[in-house]
Protein backbone atom coordinates (compact mmCIF):
# COMPACT_ATOMS: atom_id res chain seq x y z
CA UNK A 1 0.00 0.00 0.00
CA UNK A 2 2.80 2.34 1.03
CA UNK A 3 4.48 1.65 -2.42
CA UNK A 4 1.25 2.11 -3.83
CA UNK A 5 1.31 5.45 -2.46
CA UNK A 6 4.85 6.21 -2.92
CA UNK A 7 4.27 5.75 -7.02
CA UNK A 8 1.55 7.80 -7.08
CA UNK A 9 3.96 10.85 -5.88
CA UNK A 10 6.21 10.32 -7.68
CA UNK A 11 3.67 10.35 -11.31
CA UNK A 12 2.24 13.72 -9.75
CA UNK A 13 5.57 15.13 -9.09
CA UNK A 14 6.80 13.98 -12.61
CA UNK A 15 3.57 15.81 -14.06
CA UNK A 16 3.91 18.71 -12.41
CA UNK A 17 7.75 19.35 -12.81
CA UNK A 18 7.86 18.79 -16.28
CA UNK A 19 4.70 21.16 -16.96
CA UNK A 20 5.13 23.50 -14.34
CA UNK A 21 7.07 27.31 -15.28
CA UNK A 22 9.50 26.39 -11.91
CA UNK A 23 13.10 26.30 -11.39
CA UNK A 24 15.05 22.48 -11.78
CA UNK A 25 16.55 23.07 -8.24
CA UNK A 26 13.16 23.32 -6.29
CA UNK A 27 12.70 20.40 -3.61
CA UNK A 28 10.62 18.14 -5.17
CA UNK A 29 8.84 17.18 -2.03
CA UNK A 30 7.67 20.50 -1.70
CA UNK A 31 6.25 20.45 -5.17
CA UNK A 32 4.39 17.48 -4.70
CA UNK A 33 2.76 19.25 -1.31
CA UNK A 34 1.85 22.65 -3.24
CA UNK A 35 0.50 20.48 -5.74
CA UNK A 36 -1.40 18.41 -3.21
CA UNK A 37 -2.96 21.67 -1.62
CA UNK A 38 -3.73 23.04 -4.83
CA UNK A 39 -5.72 20.08 -5.64
CA UNK A 40 -7.50 20.02 -2.46
CA UNK A 41 -8.33 23.64 -2.77
CA UNK A 42 -9.53 23.38 -6.23
CA UNK A 43 -12.58 20.07 -4.85
CA UNK A 44 -12.93 22.47 -1.63
CA UNK A 45 -14.25 25.18 -4.61
CA UNK A 46 -16.39 22.67 -6.45
CA UNK A 47 -17.90 21.06 -3.57
CA UNK A 48 -18.82 24.92 -2.24
CA UNK A 49 -19.70 25.71 -5.49
CA UNK A 50 -22.48 22.66 -5.65
CA UNK A 51 -23.70 23.38 -2.40
CA UNK A 52 -24.32 26.23 -2.98
CA UNK A 53 -26.04 25.44 -6.22
CA UNK A 54 -28.47 22.92 -3.90
CA UNK A 55 -29.06 25.55 -1.79
CA UNK A 56 -30.28 28.55 -4.51
CA UNK A 57 -32.61 25.62 -5.93
CA UNK A 58 -35.13 26.70 -2.76
CA UNK A 59 -36.89 29.47 -3.65
CA UNK A 60 -37.39 30.12 0.49
CA UNK A 61 -33.36 31.32 2.23
CA UNK A 62 -34.79 32.66 4.69
CA UNK A 63 -37.62 33.32 7.45
CA UNK A 64 -40.54 34.57 5.48
CA UNK A 65 -44.02 36.27 5.58
CA UNK A 66 -45.90 35.59 2.83
CA UNK A 67 -48.93 36.99 1.96
CA UNK A 68 -51.64 34.57 -0.08
CA UNK A 69 -54.63 34.43 -2.23
CA UNK A 70 -57.37 31.07 -2.13
CA UNK A 71 -60.15 31.01 -3.90
CA UNK A 72 -62.45 27.86 -3.82
CA UNK A 73 -65.44 27.32 -6.29
CA UNK A 74 -67.46 24.08 -4.50
CA UNK A 75 -70.51 22.32 -5.92
CA UNK A 76 -71.99 20.55 -3.72
CA UNK A 77 -74.58 17.87 -5.13
CA UNK A 78 -77.51 16.63 -2.21
CA UNK A 79 -78.39 12.93 -3.67
CA UNK A 80 -80.34 12.20 -0.06
CA UNK A 81 -80.94 13.11 3.25
CA UNK A 82 -77.35 10.85 4.29
CA UNK A 83 -75.49 11.38 1.10
CA UNK A 84 -73.91 13.97 -0.99
CA UNK A 85 -71.06 14.79 -3.24
CA UNK A 86 -68.36 17.97 -3.26
CA UNK A 87 -66.54 19.50 -6.43
CA UNK A 88 -64.01 21.60 -5.65
CA UNK A 89 -61.85 23.49 -7.69
CA UNK A 90 -59.55 25.80 -6.23
CA UNK A 91 -56.50 28.10 -6.91
CA UNK A 92 -53.43 29.36 -4.75
CA UNK A 93 -50.92 32.27 -4.78
CA UNK A 94 -48.51 34.58 -3.39
CA UNK A 95 -49.07 38.10 -3.59
CA UNK A 96 -45.80 40.15 -4.86
CA UNK A 97 -43.12 37.75 -5.12
CA UNK A 98 -45.43 35.26 -7.11
CA UNK A 99 -43.37 32.49 -6.74
CA UNK A 100 -45.21 29.62 -5.81
CA UNK A 101 -48.54 29.02 -7.19
CA UNK A 102 -51.02 26.21 -6.90
CA UNK A 103 -54.20 24.22 -8.99
CA UNK A 104 -56.15 21.90 -7.65
CA UNK A 105 -59.49 20.03 -7.78
CA UNK A 106 -60.51 17.41 -5.34
CA UNK A 107 -64.11 15.35 -5.39
CA UNK A 108 -64.85 13.70 -2.68
CA UNK A 109 -67.93 11.62 -1.11
CA UNK A 110 -69.75 12.25 2.58
CA UNK A 111 -71.97 10.11 3.97
CA UNK A 112 -73.71 10.71 7.32
CA UNK A 113 -73.53 7.49 9.32
CA UNK A 114 -75.45 8.73 12.57
CA UNK A 115 -76.01 12.27 14.04
CA UNK A 116 -72.70 12.33 15.70
CA UNK A 117 -70.34 10.27 12.55
CA UNK A 118 -69.48 11.35 9.17
CA UNK A 119 -67.87 9.05 6.97
CA UNK A 120 -65.68 10.66 4.00
CA UNK A 121 -63.89 10.21 1.36
CA UNK A 122 -62.31 11.26 -1.63
CA UNK A 123 -59.05 11.89 -4.28
CA UNK A 124 -57.38 15.60 -4.88
CA UNK A 125 -54.99 16.42 -7.48
CA UNK A 126 -52.95 19.25 -7.33
CA UNK A 127 -50.41 20.83 -9.76
CA UNK A 128 -47.49 23.70 -7.92
CA UNK A 129 -46.17 26.07 -10.29
CA UNK A 130 -42.47 26.94 -8.87
CA UNK A 131 -39.90 29.55 -10.02
CA UNK A 132 -37.02 28.56 -8.86
CA UNK A 133 -37.46 24.75 -8.90
CA UNK A 134 -39.16 21.68 -10.57
CA UNK A 135 -42.64 21.93 -11.00
CA UNK A 136 -44.45 19.28 -9.22
CA UNK A 137 -47.67 17.28 -9.69
CA UNK A 138 -49.60 15.54 -6.61
CA UNK A 139 -52.41 12.42 -6.40
CA UNK A 140 -53.88 12.57 -3.40
CA UNK A 141 -56.48 9.72 -1.76
CA UNK A 142 -57.56 10.16 1.53
CA UNK A 143 -59.88 9.11 3.94
CA UNK A 144 -61.72 10.80 6.98
CA UNK A 145 -64.21 10.19 9.62
CA UNK A 146 -65.96 13.34 11.56
CA UNK A 147 -67.34 13.32 14.82
CA UNK A 148 -69.95 16.16 15.34
CA UNK A 149 -69.55 17.85 18.99
CA UNK A 150 -72.05 20.27 18.82
CA UNK A 151 -74.91 20.31 16.18
CA UNK A 152 -77.38 22.68 16.74
CA UNK A 153 -79.64 25.52 14.72
CA UNK A 154 -77.02 28.30 15.55
CA UNK A 155 -73.79 26.60 16.04
CA UNK A 156 -72.15 23.36 15.06
CA UNK A 157 -68.68 21.89 15.58
CA UNK A 158 -66.98 18.85 14.24
CA UNK A 159 -63.46 16.70 14.99
CA UNK A 160 -62.21 15.51 11.49
CA UNK A 161 -59.39 12.90 11.37
CA UNK A 162 -57.83 12.52 8.35
CA UNK A 163 -55.02 10.62 6.20
CA UNK A 164 -53.66 10.94 3.43
CA UNK A 165 -51.58 9.10 0.96
CA UNK A 166 -49.60 11.38 -1.35
CA UNK A 167 -48.14 10.32 -4.65
CA UNK A 168 -45.88 12.91 -5.95
CA UNK A 169 -44.23 13.76 -9.44
CA UNK A 170 -41.41 16.44 -10.26
CA UNK A 171 -42.14 17.30 -13.91
CA UNK A 172 -38.36 18.06 -14.73
CA UNK A 173 -36.01 15.19 -13.36
CA UNK A 174 -39.28 12.67 -13.20
CA UNK A 175 -38.50 11.85 -9.53
CA UNK A 176 -41.37 10.21 -7.69
CA UNK A 177 -42.28 10.84 -4.06
CA UNK A 178 -44.83 8.92 -1.75
CA UNK A 179 -45.96 10.24 1.95
CA UNK A 180 -48.62 9.29 4.60
CA UNK A 181 -50.16 12.72 6.16
CA UNK A 182 -52.01 12.56 9.42
CA UNK A 183 -54.51 16.06 9.80
CA UNK A 184 -56.63 16.53 12.81
CA UNK A 185 -58.89 19.75 12.13
CA UNK A 186 -61.68 21.31 14.45
CA UNK A 187 -64.10 23.56 12.16
CA UNK A 188 -67.58 24.92 12.47
CA UNK A 189 -69.40 27.64 12.08
CA UNK A 190 -71.74 30.22 14.47
CA UNK A 191 -75.18 32.05 13.24
CA UNK A 192 -74.54 35.83 13.86
CA UNK A 193 -78.20 36.74 14.12
CA UNK A 194 -81.07 35.07 15.87
CA UNK A 195 -83.58 36.33 13.93
CA UNK A 196 -81.17 35.82 10.49
CA UNK A 197 -80.06 32.59 10.03
CA UNK A 198 -78.05 33.78 6.67
CA UNK A 199 -75.22 35.18 8.27
CA UNK A 200 -72.73 33.08 9.86
CA UNK A 201 -69.22 33.18 11.09
CA UNK A 202 -66.77 30.13 9.96
CA UNK A 203 -63.76 29.01 12.01
CA UNK A 204 -60.97 26.07 11.45
CA UNK A 205 -57.67 25.01 13.59
CA UNK A 206 -56.16 21.98 11.78
CA UNK A 207 -52.46 19.99 12.42
CA UNK A 208 -51.14 18.48 9.93
CA UNK A 209 -48.32 15.24 10.90
CA UNK A 210 -46.40 14.14 7.97
CA UNK A 211 -45.57 9.91 8.64
CA UNK A 212 -42.59 9.60 5.95
CA UNK A 213 -42.29 13.59 5.38
CA UNK A 214 -40.22 12.43 1.94
CA UNK A 215 -42.17 14.83 -0.41
CA UNK A 216 -39.60 17.97 -1.91
CA UNK A 217 -42.41 20.26 -1.75
CA UNK A 218 -41.53 24.49 -0.94
CA UNK A 219 -43.93 25.11 1.93
CA UNK A 220 -44.27 22.04 4.07
CA UNK A 221 -47.81 22.97 6.38
CA UNK A 222 -47.33 22.70 9.88
CA UNK A 223 -50.51 24.33 11.62
CA UNK A 224 -53.72 26.98 10.24
CA UNK A 225 -55.81 28.74 11.91
CA UNK A 226 -59.19 30.80 10.59
CA UNK A 227 -62.29 32.78 10.71
CA UNK A 228 -64.53 34.60 8.56
CA UNK A 229 -67.79 35.77 7.74
CA UNK A 230 -69.94 33.64 5.46
CA UNK A 231 -73.80 34.47 4.05
CA UNK A 232 -75.90 31.56 2.28
CA UNK A 233 -77.80 34.14 -0.45
CA UNK A 234 -80.69 31.03 -1.17
CA UNK A 235 -81.29 27.90 -1.90
CA UNK A 236 -78.50 27.62 -4.63
CA UNK A 237 -75.61 29.79 -3.42
CA UNK A 238 -73.46 30.07 -0.92
CA UNK A 239 -70.10 32.47 -0.30
CA UNK A 240 -67.45 33.03 2.48
CA UNK A 241 -64.45 35.09 3.57
CA UNK A 242 -61.82 33.49 5.78
CA UNK A 243 -58.64 34.97 6.90
CA UNK A 244 -56.29 32.17 7.78
CA UNK A 245 -52.65 31.67 9.52
CA UNK A 246 -50.78 29.03 8.43
CA UNK A 247 -47.05 28.52 9.79
CA UNK A 248 -44.89 26.02 7.60
CA UNK A 249 -41.54 24.65 7.24
CA UNK A 250 -39.46 25.25 4.12
CA UNK A 251 -35.76 25.64 2.56
CA UNK A 252 -33.27 22.79 1.88
CA UNK A 253 -33.37 21.13 5.71
CA UNK A 254 -36.63 22.60 6.34
CA UNK A 255 -34.85 24.92 8.65
CA UNK A 256 -36.72 28.16 7.98
CA UNK A 257 -40.14 29.15 9.28
CA UNK A 258 -42.79 30.30 6.78
CA UNK A 259 -45.86 32.51 8.33
CA UNK A 260 -48.91 32.67 5.77
CA UNK A 261 -51.11 35.16 6.07
CA UNK A 262 -53.95 33.49 3.97
CA UNK A 263 -57.01 35.62 2.56
CA UNK A 264 -59.87 32.92 1.17
CA UNK A 265 -62.76 33.39 -1.34
CA UNK A 266 -64.95 30.50 -1.48
CA UNK A 267 -68.56 30.32 -3.42
CA UNK A 268 -70.33 27.18 -2.85
CA UNK A 269 -73.45 25.78 -5.76
CA UNK A 270 -75.92 23.71 -3.81
CA UNK A 271 -77.51 21.18 -6.11
CA UNK A 272 -80.61 19.50 -4.22
CA UNK A 273 -81.69 16.15 -5.60
CA UNK A 274 -83.85 15.32 -3.01
CA UNK A 275 -86.84 17.88 -4.51
Request: aromatic share 18%.
Amino acid sequence: MEENQSLTDQNIYRIFYNFAPLKRDINPFIVMIIFKKLLLSICFVLFAATLSYSQEKSPVNKDVVNQQLWMDFYIKVQKNDRFNYLFDFGYETIFLDNYWNKIYHETSVNYQLSNRFDLKGGVAFYYHFNQDIDNRFELRPWQAIVYKVVKRERINIGIQTKIEQRLSWLMDNKTYNYDFRLRMKVAGSVKCFKNDLDWYVPFVAEYFYPIKDNIPEVFHNVAKIGVGIGKKFNDRWNGSFMANWQYSRSGPQDQYKVSDFAYQFQVTRLIDKRK
